[in-house]
T-cell receptor
């Protein structure tokens, strides 16, 4: 149980275009979803937190107009990287917290590798 | 949330126990110790967590000192597939809209044959 999926697993896009990444909790309802970014050889950096039906809370230094987060349902959150640039190339990982297996815990998706050319 | 300190890397022989230390001297009474690991190019995987008692599950054991200022994650019989970055994270109790997990640098564990 407690499976979080992401789609796509990898994507290549041209500079200036927008890319949407989906995150789904497959077997539990996620009251809160988190989006992280990870550059090569670095740790995960939290970008934003979103509760279902509410606006996302962004970490300091993360541009909310560039990284649009929508948490429309208890099983789906999307991250849209708008007007992507090469410096946005990174590994994006979502995480979902909800009641699974009798406890509230946080589970991670497999990540999405974004390359902007 | 309290800050944690971990060694940057460790080596372990295959089949032996891997003991990964973590210091969290500023931990407060309502904060749990969580361990996650991340295998290359994958999302983090939950391992175990505890408050003050030692915990064990099918993956690992967690030993927390009596003063709760440090802990050790034990992989009893390390395999090559346990090679990963291991993160020790301290966080207050999760509630319906609980606190976020903030990752530090972690420990790179290399299991060698």
């Amino acid at each position: 149980g407690a499976v979080v999926s992401q789609h796509p697993s990898w994507v290549i896009c041209k500079s200036g275009t927008s890319v949407k990444i989906e995150c789904r909790s497959l077997d539990f309802q996620a009251t809160t979803m988190f989006w992280y970014r990870q550059f090569p050889k670095q740790s995960l950096m939290l970008m934003a937190t979103s509760n279902e039906g509410s606006k996302a809370t962004y970490e300091q230094g993360v541009e909310k107009d560039k990284f649009l987060i929508n948490h429309a349902s208890l099983t789906l959150s999307t991250l849209t990287v708008t007007s992507a640039h090469p410096e946005d190339s990174s590994f994006y990982i979502c995480s979902a917290r909800g009641l699974a297996g009798g406890a509230y815990e946080q589970y991670f998706g497999p990540g999405t590798r974004l390359t902007v050319t | 949330d309290a800050k944690t300190t971990q060694p940057p890397s460790m080596d372990c022989a295959e089949g032996r126990a891997a003991n990964l230390p973590c210091n969290h001297s500023t931990i407060s009474g309502n904060e749990y110790v969580y361990w996650y690991r991340q295998i290359h190019s994958q999302g983090p995987q939950y391992i175990i967590h505890g408050l003050k008692n030692n915990e064990t599950n099918e993956m690992a054991s967690l030993i927390i000192t009596e003063d709760r200022k440090s802990s050790t994650l034990i992989l009893p019989h390390a395999t090559l597939r346990d090679t990963a970055v291991y993160y020790c994270i301290v966080r207050a109790d999760t509630t319906l809209y609980g606190n976020k997990l903030v990752f530090g640098a972690g420990t790179i564990l290399r299991v060698k044959s």
